[in-house]
């Protein structure tokens, strides 16, 4: 019988989790994965989805923190890359609340 497991992350770390999903995939894609180094990759991609946050972070700010004008070039942005036909909108970037 299999284990299951339940988990109640928190946003940001939802996030993180993603990142570090999509870069722990991107090891095994171009083969740094090895059943001995399995765990220390892994290690290292949350690793890295945690300091690509904090310099995400330090970068941008919260939304608190942008200025008016910097929130409406931000939806602009959002709004000019949905009406790109080859780019998909980022859900994670809508300026509706």
Do not use: C, W
């Amino acid at each position: 019988m299999s284990k299951t497991h339940d988990f109640s992350l928190q946003p940001s770390e939802s996030i993180i989790f993603q990142a570090a999903a999509k870069i722990y995939a991107s090891y095994i894609v171009a083969g740094h994965v090895t059943d001995d180094n399995q765990a220390k990759k892994m290690k290292e991609a949350i690793t890295a989805s945690i300091s690509l946050a904090r310099q995400v972070e330090s970068i941008v700010g919260s939304d608190a923190q942008i200025s008016g004008l910097a929130r409406q070039h931000l939806s602009n942005t959002v709004a000019e890359e949905a009406s790109m036909p080859h780019v998909r909108p980022n859900p994670m970037l809508s300026s509706k609340p």
